[in-house]
């Protein structure tokens, strides 16, 4: 089945109870035994609940992972998964990351005992002279928040399998819809369901989606342990975010593009970063690994006043902190998501007062190009 027809109709999942086309919400902590000796897959929501497998089995299948593990965010899902490497081991991170996933590395992988290199993996050359011999993985965001730096998947598997590495992908901006990092050789997929997957803003979600069983098992155990998982009526929402998923992107994406030629040629912008522009350095990497170039741009514009002014005259677009969902949203990086790296850094890397990130939406994409205009000023 093609992966539109997926969304809808995944095979894996087992058909709810008397005919019901969805999922009922089983909003259940616990299940009855029917024996002594009863050990049904149901008997505790922390350990499983019918409402997260039949998310977690649209997902596996989506990726093309053996399982997917939900969480209550996609922080969760990378904090869970920072168990696999607790106090030993050094990891080879990618230097454009949400900033959230950084204050997680800094603050609580790194005092935990756990070395880090950072550096920019869109260049996987990169990552060769950082590899230790107790590197464990290697930990990449493609397209990167926000700088939208693409790595080549398939190039930095080979890079970590080699020095016996894993590859984790947080595959946020692209979904299993534009890209499957798994089918590329990584090993494991991270995501904040609270984007594209639920695609609504309405609720936080997040994934582990993994290849090999044994791995998946392991973080069974600590995604159990530990119980941060996705409640019933989030796993609801997120299984019918994901029906929509294809055309929700399909439109997101073509809107990008419009918008992003317009921004170009705008004089007020004066670096927009977008996978989709043939000039883009990631551009050859992106044709080859994605099907579809997403729906997030990035813009630093030629003054502080116009940031300013986008942000306060913008009617349809929202200044929100978030990203994927139908509704168009500009955030402010150095205020919001990448507030927390200290400023040198920041600034280093180009995250300044002048920079905006853009998330696409579905309404018309005229209308969001109008709305900037005269946000803009002109
Ligand atoms: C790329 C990326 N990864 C992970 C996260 C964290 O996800 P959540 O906000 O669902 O915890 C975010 C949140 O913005 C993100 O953009």
Known sequence: MKKDTVCIHSARC?????????????????FVHHGVEDESEYSYSRLQNPSRRAVETRMAELEGGVDAIAFSSGMAAEAVMMNLFESSGHIISGDDLYGGSIRLFRHISMPSGIRFDFTDTSRVE?????????????????????????????????????????????????????????????????????????????TLAGFLVLKDKELAEKLRFYAKTIGACLAPFDCFLIERGLKTLAVRLEKQEANTRKIANWLRQSPRAQKVYYVGFEDHPGFAVTSRQCSGCGAMISVEFDSVETAENVLRNVK???????????????????RQTHADIPEPERLARGINDRFLRISVGIENADDLIEDLKQAIGG
């Open 316 to 334: 349809i677009f929202q200044y929100a902190e978030s990203l994927g969902g139908v509704e168009s949203l500009i955030t402010y990086p150095m």
């Open 126 to 202: 990169n990552i060769k002279p950082l590899l230790r011999p107790d590197t464990k993985a290697v930990y990449i965001e493609t397209p990167s928040n926000p700088l939208m730096h693409v790595t080549d998947i398939r190039a930095a598997a080979d890079i970590a399998h080699a020095a016996g590495a894993l590859l984790i992908v947080d595959n946020t901006f692209m979904t299993p819809y534009f890209q499957r990092p798994l089918d590329l050789g990584a090993d494991i997929v991270v995501y904040s369901g609270t984007k594209y997957l639920g695609g609504h803003n309405d």
């Open 14 to 30: 087992t058909r709810p109870e008397h005919g019901a086309i969805t999922t009922p919400i089983y909003q259940s902590a616990t």
